[in-house]
């Protein structure tokens, strides 16, 4: 199987390696509208195919998938194309730039029968895996707060704010890791220097109190990835910069109490162990290629991943709006079904 | 000079420690409606006195000051009998719990030529007082943002909520950093059990987009005590958990420059050291207790610092009508002045 | 029951506090060649008595037991008097400055039926209980090594090198957990100043090939104290500097597997989760101070501290001996017995 | 310029990356004697060539220089057979498992004017390039000591035990950094399954009373890779692990002052802030591949390099020896010189 990598700036050389690490893939084609780009991708990987022609690209027949690696305002035109052009696509997060043009992209691709995956790396992490695991298998209880902080000193971007270049992640990992559909949204950003948002706080509202949280940053000296979930039972920090125990449990949780008098405590905290479980080590990008090589040939379309990459596009436009309007909550409209 | 301390509960006994080694004060007298507490407190420290009747000790004339550490709902009735008994008053954060009686309090001291001081035990720590001068020699440059996380596994209040109990500590140190009035404020709490919000996230805007956010927390199984301040010249971290290096200056900041075209890039990071200043170990509340001292000695009636309590608590007042609204922005009234 | 204690400087307030708050406890009297010291002492507790004269509080009959705080050379000489006085007796660490002088005091106290406890404060940590608890039930299998790390910007001692000061705190530690006989002793120490040494390394070994290593250290920028205990089964990391989380139990251990030819691998690993125990928070002289108190009324004498205080002062001797005949092994003789 | 690459166990790969994205090389030649490491950095770097014959790769033109990364008992009769074929040559830490070894080589590339460099990859890290610049101000002061711990759960090895495994990096790292020639080492070893030493202590002494200090285990559940420094004006941490911030320098340090009495403080300590210089974070092994070529394209024979390499086998072997007696000190000879 040959594949297209369609952008070639800070993410996409990356796509290409694991592609072409991945078992199935007997090549892969670099496509970019720079020749700068096309040189430097061709000098690190000298057996990979080059063009600035996508049209071109588009039209072999013997590419059967493409990633599209290009800025957030371009995923919609050259996603279309490429699903026009019969090939499965595989998008970098965010999916799209509205919630209009994601539900165009998954409805081609569901006529065409077409595979359309985004690119949640973190949801292929052991961490989050692991996470997952243990929210299942109940050890958790009630799922009380989602609380995520992602900040460093980011590179501006130019056609998107720091929602749109950030959140996705935790996005991404929240409806990962909490099966509620989401109730509202409300959001407030900061440009300091008369362009897009540079940091912004966003929360997200569930059912049954459960609540989101996301503060996002580019101006932050440190860096800091971390998230807290909160449950009944058993509470989880999950911090990225942490080099091993990344994921640790905490054996806290809060039980409420009859409540004998108001004076009277009304909860209780238990106090426990904290263990920190052994984490998968594998790069979570070349599990993300291996799964789309695997999709693309079961011919298993769409996968579900259209949809979660929709609900993520659904939340920022949503958050988008909030902030705009000074910071109240926004309500999510129904999501989007293929059925 | 002796000292009233009315209130033994979590906070009171380390007000006697205090006042108990400063000079200039030969005895401290326990109030208390609990014989419990007294009995206790008695036992931890043989020479101070008790008493079980508040009236009785706003009577006697060898009293020259009263510290109320009641809960937050009575500072209102307990401070103004202080007052109107003639006593300079020291007041628990926060304040009280309106910006109606904060008022009324200052206007009691300011007519009666009484000292009336908010505990504000954070603002003598080494470490604010430090960021405070980096900041003055305007190190930081502008500031930009300031982000503060204080969540543990906390005791539930029951007369306040976890914004009431936590975020006092937070807006404190802010304003006595940040020397610009706010113009509005919004809040999301949740409350998972029925009683009062257990972890809320406020923001307050000031002019020139400067933004302050807080995130306090009862239900973290990790205790995180940071803050972030953005500068364009320089950044602070400030982690209280920190054994030592408390305060860490980042030489990072973020140029403009002029824009080229709408591929260049905007803004350029400056990355470069990091330092981590000595910090005064001394135990902040016994500086206060000594400052406090001094005031009432020097009859330097009213400090400003009852003016910045009652800025604290507008905020939490606006906090809380915006919380209840569902998170939109409540603007600040004017701040009172005294004048 | 009134206890004397004798030495004010840096660790006699301490235990001042402490016995001040031990159940059983009426009184205490504090003694100190330096009127400066007893000041002070009787400003921070206003209800201790105060003498200059050691030889009047000793032939007092109300004073049931004494604690001795005085510089290490000065323990043998007062802690005898003591003991002739037929006091009770708290000794500060190390026990005394030569194995001889250690013997004598527990002959003394043995014959006079007399409590000699060491203040051996880490034994009666949180951590130290735990990692014996987790010992003792064998979760660690054998043990393989014991490395200590315990290093600071010091004060320079002047009757003492850093070996005898800061090494008596891990030497306690390793005779509590280890319970097995050492064998042998090396050490290497550095004086860069001119006086005593200020850095040493220590090596103590054990039969079946197990070994305690300690590093001890005025001249380090940093502090640091942290032991690794390997284990056949589990390994733990016990690091004092770790606000929570103090110690940590590792799911990782070698496994001999058959020597299948030279060029198969002879040890496998095994990798795992791993936990941290929750931690009691109680202060760890007050526990001791109680002990003392309890082994005193029960009349428990002479309690196996004493003979423990002597097996760190026998291993510190003998690495002075190595010490200063350039580091070579140096044979333990047998352990002194009761007996 | 072709490159052949000998051995391809777990470093090779690593410098075959390297010298395929260094600056003027054409072409490595992979060479292994296990089919299987062939195939493998074959799939990994399709542009690569294979072969397992050392003979006749050593035999073809084209080829001017040669890495050598077989097992350290292999070093010295392939290093020899490279020279003898008259390529330069890059030999893996450490050089030899003799001094004999050593120099044999080193007289070999001295004879036929080759380039003879050994892979010291931590000497080109930012880190250490940053320490050497800040002792070569002198803002160090006068060195007291070095002190490095280098422990993990590591790979046991089968002809070499942790010493030489592990300590070349700390032992290359403190040649580069103290400008002083070591006067003796000692060092213990344990080896708890029945074959070589599984971790290991070596001081290294110097005059002056400088002292290097070396923990190496591979039986750690945790890694730990930190380097301390000590100086007279001021002291530095390198902690490998943390994510940024690897070099803190302190402005810690001790003043001798005049001996006014035996009680009088003899030492004075300078407390002060502490700051973190920003590191350089290029691949250390690709500026050690680049250096490596630019040597040989300039035939600057032979570099320093190997006889520092020989320096770090003259520590180990004497290690070794005391190590074998027991621990105690083992002068070293006077440096290998080529003059």
Redesign the interface.
Known sequence: MKIGVVGLGYWGPNLVRNFL?TEGVNAVVCCDIQKKKLDRIKQ?F??VEITSNLDSLLKRDDIDAVAVVTPVSTHFPVGMKVLKAGKHLLLEKPMTSSVGEAEQLLEEASRRNLVLMVDRTFIYTGAVQKIREIIEKGDLGEV??F?S?R?N?G??Q?DTNVLWDLAPHDLSIMSYLIDVEPVSV?A?G????N?VED?A?L?VRFPR?I?A?F?V?W?????IRRI?I?GTKH???YDD?E???KV?V???G?N?TSEES??K???Q?R????????IEQSEALGLLTAEFISCVKSQKPPTSDGVLGLGVVRILEAAERSLRA????VNLEKAFSLV
Do not use: R, W
């Open positions: 690490g690190k000298p057996m009380l707060y609380d902080v900040v000193l590179l501006f130019h409300s407030i900061i440009n300091h220097f362009g940091m706080y929360a109190n609540i949280h503060h940053n101006l932050s000296p440190v860096k807290l909160g509470m989880v920090v910069m080099p091993s125990e640790k905490y054996d806290k809060i409420l108001v004076y405590t009304l909860v905290y106090m426990g162990d904290m263990y920190a479980p052994q000074g910071g109240g909550a």
